[in-house]
């Protein structure tokens, strides 16, 4: 096998048993990126040959920790020390911050080979749109705001990625890219380093082509703590089929896939029963909206005041409180927001895996968008987290994707359940 088509998981363990290098491993990827990234444009920043030292370096040292010698990209709002974090801005073309963001640090103390940086919708927000490419389809979007993350992951150019998510920026494009992604619980992981946008919500993510590469980074980080033990079949799981108050939303495809995936799992003796929500989640995304968009205020000023020549409009309305959001329509939304996090997690402990979509349908046939959050908002909100699995593919060939969710904290639960789920939906 190319090393690059590789998973995380198989490459450590390869590199463990002196079966690869971490050199060897780099190289298949960057003749990936050689080929392939002048049209996908995945990658914002890439310098071969300080990949390749860092991973002569790991082949040197006695291993470090799980990602030892494993390449990783990194979005391009996530500070990097040795290469730029220029956030698709103007502004920031060419900066090179100090130090790394405490993820970057992490991942470097573990030995994991940071490959490079991808490209981003400008601040992960707003503004200027990522160049990245649909790997499946060139002329759609990669999703966003995490675009070249998932592109690249997608492609065959890096096994694993970072990204982040304020509203749906990890989910969507793995849905739409056909891949696995993995939102944890807020907070579990430290966004210290990367770029704010709505601090509330901000979430490191990241994206694999299996559910064992996503457990991999989860316990790299901590959110496994003990390692993982994935449930040997979905025999008797619990799965809450749970179509939200956005289902009118949902294209065909995306409803398609969400009941095709239910019928596959309860024909493999897994026990799915409906999941309704109560009434006060009616308005879970607009609450989302509102509290983004408000605490995004505060999040940009610096630049509106410093940069008001080179700053996009986007960012000048969100701090020039266009929307008229007031203070008492902010505090209306964080209660309500709050108010519902215990209720969910109440529903949730009923089941091993609360199934819903994860994307409105298929990667929209453009370049002008990064498609919509629809289905990512409300979960953000709560806090919950959330694992995209690759299943379908829509009336035009692209990816569709179905979504996992759990209780607040109960990262390792869904991990272990979505082993056996991706497995009997083809998706291992």
């Not at 929500?277 to 009616?282: E, K, N, R, T, Y």
Request: charged residues 25%.
């Amino acid at each position: 096998m190319i090393p690059r088509d590789l998973s995380a998981t198989e490459s450590s363990r390869a590199m463990r048993e002196g079966r690869l290098s971490s050199e060897t491993l780099v190289r298949s990827c960057l003749d990936r990126i050689r080929d392939r990234d002048a049209e996908v444009k995945a990658f914002s920043y890439l310098d071969p040959d300080h990949a390749l030292r860092q991973a002569r370096e790991r082949d040197k040292e006695p291993p470090r920790g799980v990602l030892h010698g494993v390449p990783v990209a990194i979005k391009d709002m996530i500070d990097t020390a040795d290469m730029p974090t220029q956030f698709n801005s103007p502004i920031y073309f060419g900066h090179r911050p100090g130090r790394d963001a405490a993820c970057v640090r992490t991942l470097r103390a573990l030995g994991a080979v940071i490959l490079g940086k991808t490209d981003t919708h400008e601040f992960a927000a707003a503004g200027r749109m990522p160049a990245t490419r649909n790997p499946h389809d060139l002329r759609c979007t990669a999703g966003g705001s995490s675009s070249g993350s998932a592109a690249a992951v997608a492609d065959r150019m890096v096994p694993l990625a970072l990204g982040t998510q304020t509203g749906g920026s990890t989910v969507r494009p793995a849905s739409f890219c056909g891949i696995f992604g993995l939102k944890p619980t807020f907070g579990e992981v430290s966004f210290e380093g990367a770029k704010p946008f709505a601090p509330s919500l901000d979430t490191l993510g990241w994206m694999a082509r299996s559910v064992a590469d996503l457990a991999l980074l989860a316990e790299a980080f901590g959110v496994l703590t003990e390692g993982w033990q994935p449930r040997d079949s979905v025999r008797g799981l619990r799965i809450g089929l749970c179509r939200t108050p956005m289902w009118t939303e949902a294209e065909p495809s995306s409803r398609d896939a969400l009941e095709h995936a239910a019928a596959a799992l309860a024909r493999a003796g897994a026990e799915v029963a409906e999941l309704a929500l109560p009434g006060s989640f009616a308005r879970m995304n607009e609450h989302h909206d509102v509290l983004m968009q408000g605490e995004g205020r505060t999040a940009f000023r610096d630049l509106y005041l410093a940069e008001p020549g080179r700053l996009h409009d986007e960012f000048k309305a969100k701090v020039e409180n266009r929307l008229g959001i007031s203070g008492r329509r902010l505090a209306e939304a964080r209660d309500a927001i709050a108010a519902n996090r215990p209720i969910f997690d109440g529903l949730a402990a009923q089941f091993d895996a609360v199934l819903t979509p994860a994307a409105p349908g298929e990667a929209p046939q453009s370049l002008e968008t990064t498609g919509l959050a629809t289905f990512s908002r409300m979960w953000t909100a709560l806090h919950v987290p959330c694992i995209a699995l690759p299943f379908a593919t829509g009336p035009r060939g692209l990816p569709v994707g179905v979504q996992l969710v759990g209780a607040r904290y109960a990262d390792r639960a869904l991990l272990e359940a979505a082993e056996p789920l991706a497995s009997c939906l083809g998706a291992a």
